[in-house]
């Protein structure tokens, strides 16, 4: 229900953009989100956005690099990063919660960033 895309081989400093489209569920009723886990670390979180976009959150560490989006009207969420780092290297996921706490109620399969030094 959540497919994500965007990810790639990038060079430190460059930017991607991370997409995850969203179906079988009713897209604006759901805060929608993205965590990250990179090989042998715990999965993080990155950002999240409420339903009608008007309200995002940032982990302490990716604020002014990392903007998160959505587009109601394409069941889309997005994530743009900008001057990417070698630790941000990791498996991109995008997620959706239904409520305004709690547990995220479904997971993307995740895209994979990769960034070079």
């Known amino acids: 229900q959540l497919q994500a895309s965007g990810g790639g081989l990038v060079q430190a400093g460059g930017s991607l953009r991370l997409s995850c489209a969203a179906s079988?569920?009713?897209?604006?009723?759901?805060?929608m989100g993205w965590f990250r886990q990179a090989p042998g670390k715990e999965r993080e979180f990155v950002a999240r956005i409420s339903r009608r976009g008007t309200v995002q959150y940032y982990a302490d560490s990716l604020k002014g690099r990392f903007t998160i989006s959505r587009d109601n009207a394409k069941n889309t969420v997005y994530l743009r990063m900008n001057s990417l780092k070698p630790e941000d290297t990791a498996l991109y996921y995008c997620?959706?919660?239904?409520?305004?706490?709690?547990?995220?109620?479904?997971w993307g399969q995740g895209t994979q960033v990769t960034v070079s030094a």
């Open positions: 079988g569920l009713t897209f604006s009723n759901y805060h």
């Open positions: 997620t959706a919660r239904y409520g305004d706490d709690g547990e995220v109620d479904y």
